[in-house]
Structure formats: C-alpha cells, structure tokens
C-alpha cells in the first residue's frame, strides 16, 4: 500500500486530507512541523509528500530544497498546498522542485486526482542512469549536466525539460504537454513559462542549446 506523508500545521486541514486519501486507500502520516517529517524521512521514504508552504518552524520551500537536495529522497513526488495563488507562487513552487501545486480552498477530489495522477506518472517513468545527446550529458544518479564536459548548472525544472525533450528528439512537443509532464499539471494560460525556461536553457547551454528548436505556434523539438 502506498504512503502518503502530509505536512501541515492546521489540524483541521490534516484531518481533510487524511480522511479522503485514507478512503481512497493510502496509508497516511501526518506532521505539523518540518522537524517531525525529516526525523521520520530517516527511516521511511513515502510514495508521496503533500506539503504545506506557510508551517510554523521551516517554510515548505526550504523543506522542498533539502528533499531535492539529498539522493536518498530527490525523486519522491511533491505536492505544495498553500494559500497563495498568484502565478509568481507557481512559477517559485515548481521551479524550486514541486511537482505539482493546489491552492486552499480545495476539494477533496481535486486533491485526491491530483495525488493518483502523480503517482501515475512517477511510476511510469523509467530512470535511466545517463542520457547523452551531442555535447550535452544528463547524469541522472547525480542530478548533474554537463556541456562539453562542463558542469553546467540548472534549475530543477530547466534540467527536467531539457531531459524530457531530448528523451522525445525529433517528436515536436507542445507546450501543453510540456507543462502537463515537466511542470506535472494543467497550467491552462501560462503557456509562455515554457517559452521563458526555453529562453535560458539555450542561454545556460551555450552553443549546445541550438539543438533545441522552436517550432513555430506549435512548440519545441530537439533534432
């Protein structure tokens, strides 16, 4: 049975939360604080974290950048829940590592669809251990890139977009399928986030980023 960790200071938030996944069939623990969740992430790693941004010891964001920090837990499936929801919010939370992101007030479904979806995608992906496409080497057990050789550093979702086209060169990908696998969820609107992380993964890559061609109302391919 799959674990779901939830992290989040208002008790009555947590009961929510713990009611509708532990019906839909999750085992489920909760944790006010982000002191309680890393003391227990030592000797138990969850299928999925739901994690709160405003907590009273440590924000969620800093939570999310020790998660994907440490190998042991980089790859667990995040979702932020928080009551922010300008796109400026957005934009941080899934920059920052997030693999999705719902906004309070929420309903149940929405949230228990949102964890199923996720965890769908999580376990249909095949991890391949390195990806080598031209100058450009992905090292995925380091969560490194390299350009000629050269480190070249990333942001979680620039390093996460340039792997999912390379891994699909030569398809064209839109950039709704772009924000529904690299960003993980409908982001209806907001399409030009990934003309922006386009925009500076070409810069980072140097002359490298050329291989990533823009195709014209349309989106992306990598040749």
Same mark, same amino acid.
């Given at each position: 049975?799959?674990?779901?960790?939830?992290? *989040?200071? $208002?008790? %009555?938030?947590? &009961?929510?939360?713990?009611?509708?996944?532990?019906?839909?069939?999750? &085992?489920? *623990?909760?944790?006010? %604080?982000?002191? /309680?969740?890393?003391?227990?992430? *030592?000797?138990?790693? #969850?299928?999925?974290?739901?994690?709160?941004?405003?907590? #009273? /010891?440590? $924000?969620?964001?800093?939570?999310?950048?020790?998660? !994907?920090?440490?190998?042991?837990?980089?790859?667990?499936? +995040?979702?932020?829940?928080?009551?922010?929801?300008? &796109?400026?919010?957005? +934009?941080?939370?899934?920059?920052?590592?997030?693999? /999705?992101?719902?906004?309070? #007030?929420?309903?149940?479904?929405?949230?228990?669809?949102?964890?199923?979806?996720?965890? !769908? !995608?999580?376990? &249909?992906?095949?991890?391949?251990? =390195?990806?080598?496409?031209? $100058?450009?080497?992905?090292?995925?057990?380091?969560?490194?890139?390299?350009?000629?050789?050269? #480190?070249?550093?990333?942001?979680?979702? *620039?390093?996460?977009?340039?792997?999912?086209?390379?891994?699909?060169?030569?398809?064209?990908?839109?950039?709704?399928?772009?924000?529904?696998?690299?960003?993980?969820?409908?982001?209806?609107?907001?399409?030009?986030? +990934? /003309?922006?992380? +386009?925009?500076?993964?070409? =810069?980072?890559?140097?002359?490298?980023?050329?291989?990533?061609?823009?195709?014209?109302?349309?989106?992306?391919?990598?040749?």
């Amino acid at each position: 049975m799959e674990t779901v960790y939830i992290v *989040e200071d $208002d008790i %009555n938030i947590r &009961e929510i939360e713990r009611y509708a996944l532990k019906n839909s069939g999750f &085992e489920v *623990e909760e944790f006010e %604080n982000g002191a /309680d969740f890393f003391k227990r992430l *030592e000797n138990h790693t #969850p299928s999925l974290v739901i994690l709160d941004i405003m907590l #009273p /010891d440590e $924000d969620g964001m800093s939570i999310l950048g020790k998660i !994907r920090s440490d190998k042991k837990t980089a790859k667990i499936p +995040v979702i932020m829940v928080t009551a922010k929801a300008t &796109e400026l919010d957005k +934009v941080k939370g899934l920059d920052s590592g997030a693999d /999705d992101y719902i906004t309070k #007030p929420f309903g149940v479904m929405e949230l228990i669809s949102r964890v199923k979806a996720l965890l !769908r !995608r999580t376990n &249909e992906v095949t991890v391949e251990t =390195q990806i080598k496409y031209g $100058d450009i080497l992905i090292d995925n057990d380091k969560h490194a890139l390299t350009v000629c050789g050269n #480190p070249c550093e990333l942001t979680y979702k *620039e390093y996460e977009l340039l792997k999912y086209l390379i891994k699909n060169k030569g398809i064209v990908v839109s950039r709704d399928k772009l924000l529904c696998k690299v960003w993980g969820f409908e982001y209806e609107g907001e399409t030009r986030t +990934v /003309d922006a992380h +386009v925009k500076t993964l070409r =810069q980072k890559l140097g002359g490298a980023g050329s291989c990533i061609k823009t195709i014209r109302n349309v989106g992306y391919m990598v040749e």
